[in-house]
């Protein structure tokens, strides 16, 4: 049961970014957390999740307030609907379901009391929730961590969670409403001590300066198949198709009115140190046979670049043979029906 004195946070996606929100929610003590999973449902219900994390330490079969295994019908179930509703899970609106059908059960279409909170990446993420829920306040995360789960329940966090909260605009909402709610919410999630969860009133800067690494070494990584180490080693890489793509963000970011720090570009490519070989999201994925994130990562920030009249060679090579490799993963997941082979 929820503690009505805590705030109520649902959480939807229960993975390694999920799970450790989770708990920085619930260890500061001012809310009560109920986790949306999928694949890893029975075993977190049964033992709870083991985690080894850099800010937390060791903690073993921990448990949120509440797991669930799928997002709650409230008017079903009669129950007061959640203070705030945080996805963690990937935004794949090519695929879907779309956020905004995912959350549909836990929100009522007048919803102005829960607050959704969008830690996800890339650009425009709230414009489908604004028009499915005109009257709700949406926040946007952009989260910094490193944290894999290997297997099921078992989240390994190494990289420290670094977690930037500020208020999309929303045409519904009143500016000093969203800044109120996103500061309540830092409050709440930084309230255990063991996180960097900043307020940040400029989102579009915050993602913008992601995507100087999310639309360009992320898919560049994924298509050659090079990790973050391999791709700053292989003969001309960062010179001939790194460095291109990322001028091409700063300069659409800049058109659209984001100035982005002038060492951005060195500082992306250098993120991780090199002899880690890291594999970024979208590698882990094409290596997976997962679904990319590529629409919000790499199609927004081309289609906002060419509406300001940027011109994005090379981020539109990227996007298309992306979009090649996620119809590659759609078939080979049964979704495209082709003409059988002629013999
Ligand atoms: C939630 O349950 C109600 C009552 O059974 C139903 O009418 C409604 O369609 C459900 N909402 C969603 C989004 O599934």
Not at 18 to 31: F, K, Q, R
Not at 228 to 242: F, K, M, P, S
């Amino acid at each position: 049961m929820s503690d009505p004195k805590k705030t109520s946070v649902l959480v939807v996606g229960g993975g390694s970014v999920g799970a450790i929100a989770a708990l920085n929610l619930e260890v500061g003590g001012l809310a009560s957390v109920t986790v949306v999973l999928r694949s890893n449902y029975n075993k977190v219900k049964e033992t709870g999740y083991d985690i080894q994390s850099c800010d937390h330490g060791e903690v073993k079969a921990w448990r949120p307030t509440s797991v669930r295994n799928q997002v709650p019908n409230i008017t079903e179930e009669g129950a007061d609907p959640y203070d705030f509703i945080v996805l963690t899970t990937k935004n794949i609106p090519d695929v879907g379901p779309t956020v905004a059908e995912l959350i549909a059960p836990a929100l009522d279409k007048e919803n102005a009391h829960t607050t959704i909170v969008l830690i996800q990446n890339g650009l425009n993420i709230e414009k489908p929730l604004i028009e499915a829920y005109p009257k709700a306040t949406i926040l946007s995360g952009v989260s910094l961590i490193g944290s894999a789960e290997p297997q099921p329940g078992v989240i390994v966090q190494d990289d420290k969670d670094r977690l930037l909260i500020g208020p999309f605009d929303t045409p519904n909402i009143h500016a000093s409403f969203a800044e109120a709610k996103a500061k309540e919410f830092v409050k709440i999630y930084g309230a255990g001590g063991k996180t960097d969860c900043k307020y940040s009133p400029d989102v579009s800067h915050d993602r913008w300066r992601k995507l100087v690494y999310n639309a360009c070494l992320n898919p560049i990584c994924a298509i050659t198949g090079l990790d973050t180490g391999r791709i700053r080693l292989a003969d001309g890489a960062v010179e001939g198709l790194v460095k291109p793509a990322m001028r091409e963000i700063v300069v659409a970011a800049k058109a659209v009115g984001v100035e982005l720090a002038k060492d951005v570009m060195e500082t992306m490519i250098e993120v991780d140190p090199l002899d880690l070989y890291l594999s970024p999201s979208m590698l882990a994925d094409v290596r997976k046979g997962n679904y990319i994130e590529f629409e919000n990562l790499l199609g927004e920030p081309l289609r906002e670049g060419k509406k300001a009249g940027v011109p994005m060679p090379t981020l539109e090579v990227l996007y298309q043979i992306a979009r090649a490799l996620q119809w590659r993963t759609k078939e080979s997941r049964g979704l495209v029906d082709i003409p059988a082979k002629r013999t």
